[in-house]
């Protein structure tokens, strides 16, 4: 069965700082990847996803996240962030086939501090 | 813009009490998923639907049930709503390879 992990369930940073956001999978098969991010009372809005090809994902907002296979591993990164980035963020993980179900990790809430 | 609506946004029900949960999709997305989502903790998968007259239980195990009768409906029913039930709900869609879900902006429901 698949699982997805992220290591802090909270990271404060100050207002124009890089942040990682680590998330790290555990599966026994080929898997896509995806990073979404919800907004205060709202639903989620997929960030970035990995489905093949370069390990660097580029994503809406200015995130990117890297694909490491061998320590089963997508880390999301942004190198200056805003206030306007305070939000959960999630991690998740599907099969490539099938019928497609993502399964979450416990989130990350990023908190901007000015 | 949101593609995928679901209603109501806030629910507050008494115990025992039969309720639905509206989720309507306009981009004709074949799969559609509905979430649970605790505060403050991970989402988890309770029904999903290949496509019309489709629909499968998900991880978790859910007393609501669900239906697929068009493409661009996806309804969950609380025969019996309990406390227990307290939680947001959200609805997503795709369509085919993409993975792209698509997620609606939820319904937060309270019983009491």
């Known amino acids: 069965a698949q699982s997805v992990t992220q290591l802090d369930s909270q990271v404060p940073v100050f207002e124009e700082a890089p942040v990682e956001l680590r998330c790290n999978y555990s599966?026994?098969?080929?898997?896509?990847l995806f990073w979404y991010v919800q907004y205060p009372n709202q639903g989620l809005q997929l960030l970035l996803k990995?489905?093949?090809?370069?390990?660097l994902v580029k994503g809406i907002n200015g995130f990117e996240a890297e694909f490491n296979k061998s320590q089963t591993s997508f880390h999301l990164r942004k190198p200056s962030v805003h206030i306007s980035d305070t939000a959960e963020y999630f991690c998740?993980?599907?099969?490539?086939?099938?019928?497609?179900?993502?399964?979450f990790g416990q989130g990350t809430r990023l908190t901007i501090n000015p | 813009e949101a593609d995928i609506y679901q209603t109501p946004r806030y629910l507050v029900i008494g115990t025992g009490k039969k309720i639905t949960l509206e989720c309507s999709q306009t981009?004709?997305?074949?799969?559609m998923y509905w979430y649970q989502q605790d505060p403050g903790m991970e989402l988890h998968l309770i029904h999903y639907?290949?496509?019309?007259?489709?629909?499968e239980k998900g991880d978790l195990s859910s007393e609501s049930t669900v239906s697929r009768i068009r493409t661009e409906h996806f309804p969950l029913t609380l025969e019996s709503a309990r406390p227990s039930h307290t939680s947001q709900y959200l609805c997503a869609s795709t369509q085919g390879n993409d993975y792209g879900y698509t997620f609606g902006s939820g319904t937060r429901l309270t019983v009491v």
């Open positions: 998740a993980v599907s099969d490539r086939w099938g019928a497609q179900k993502l399964v």
């Open positions: 639907s290949y496509g019309v007259n489709s629909t």
């Open positions: 990995y489905l093949s090809g370069s390990t």
């Open positions: 599966s026994s098969v080929s898997v896509y």
């Open positions: 981009m004709g997305h074949d799969k």
